[in-house]
């Protein structure tokens, strides 16, 4: 009889033990458990076992990683964009939630996805076709890949700079990958600032949306640190984790606007003061389009009210990985000031 394996994730402290759980094979008529929560109904994600699914919770980062046959998903709790095979789709925040530090996926979503595989029938679900098995060459599709620096020039070769008449930090301290100690991690993208830009960058700046693409998301609804007290409680879990964990990243970086662009880029615009309130989740925007303000919304200077933090931050990716990951800082810089 053929086996399937599940991953999933043991953390003790701040080391993630993987192991691997033998799942039996799915047959006709084999059926899922449906929890309701908030009276929505819900699958326990690693149940999807069955199906023959690899699956990978990160707790600290409340991220959550399952792939089934060739297409790889990503979650992070709270966040309304999910990764389908290295691309951004807009959802809804409540697809994806913890319980009891356990990972659960809505019917909603796993009907779209997986309609041929699973039949709802009463509080449970029926598994109707099982998937692929799950190799060790499909589970090495969930792991970052890294580009050339002719790969990425390729990639970025229509992108404009966001900021009008202004060019990209490329101070050592600034790019992507310098340390970022008061949160345990590292800059993931570029800044625009005064000093660094060209131009004077207010609450008033114009950002573009830098090349054709599509809205995946817009925080028209942000809600920010409400203290400085609760934001510190993030930094120091971070402490705590010896990491920026994915969903305390998100909170830090404020009011946001997301873009998938034509060509498999991706841009997530941060610390924004205002968003365009003619676009919404999938509208379609080109260089030209006016998507929010500069501001610091998710910095020190938002709680602090003092109007210090104001800047622009854009992290860039292509097709779901940072796209300086792998690249010498010398090579950074010059992309940066090439495209920027």
């Not at 610390?271 to 020190?300: E, M, R, W, Y």
Request: with cysteine; glycine share 6%.
């Amino acid at each position: 009889m053929k086996r399937y394996y599940v991953a999933t994730i043991l953390l003790i402290c701040t080391s993630v033990v993987i192991v691997l759980l033998k799942s039996p094979e799915p047959k006709e008529g084999q059926f899922i458990q449906i929890e309701y929560i908030n009276n929505k109904p819900y699958v326990h994600a690693q149940n999807l076992s069955v199906l023959g699914s690899y699956y990978d919770f990160q707790q600290i980062d409340k991220q959550l990683q399952i792939q089934l046959e060739q297409v790889t998903y990503t979650f992070i709790e709270q966040v309304p964009v999910m990764q389908k095979n290295g691309s951004y789709l807009a959802i809804e925040k409540d697809v994806f939630i913890i319980q009891n530090n356990t990972p659960f996926l809505s019917i909603e979503f796993l009907e779209n996805e997986l309609s041929t595989q699973m039949q709802v029938q009463g509080d449970v679900i029926r598994v109707s076709k099982k998937l692929a098995q799950v190799t060790t060459e499909t589970i090495e599709t969930m792991t970052s890949h890294s580009y050339s620096v002719e790969e990425v020039r390729q990639y970025f070769q229509s992108l404009t700079s966001p900021l009008k008449g202004a060019h990209a930090d490329t101070f050592a301290s600034h790019i992507p990958g310098a340390n970022r100690a008061y949160r345990y991690g590292y800059h993931e993208g570029l800044d625009w600032y005064t000093y660094s830009a060209g131009m004077m960058i207010n609450e008033k700046t114009p950002v573009y949306a830098m090349g054709k693409g599509e809205i995946v998301r817009i925080d028209h609804d942000y809600k920010g640190y409400s203290s400085v007290n609760e934001r510190e409680k993030d930094l120091l879990l971070c402490q705590q984790a010896n990491k920026t964990p994915a969903y305390i990243l998100d909170k830090l970086r404020g009011r946001q606007v997301w873009i998938q662009y034509d060509n498999g880029v991706q841009a997530r615009f941060a610390h924004l003061s205002a968003v365009s309130p003619d676009l919404k989740v999938g509208s379609l925007v080109n260089q030209q389009t006016f998507i929010g303000l500069v501001g610091n919304s998710g910095t020190s200077g938002e709680v602090k009210k003092d109007q210090s933090e104001l800047h622009l931050h854009v992290d860039l990716l292509i097709k779901g990985d940072l796209f300086w990951k792998g690249l010498e800082s010398e090579e950074v810089q010059q992309i940066i000031k090439e495209t920027f």
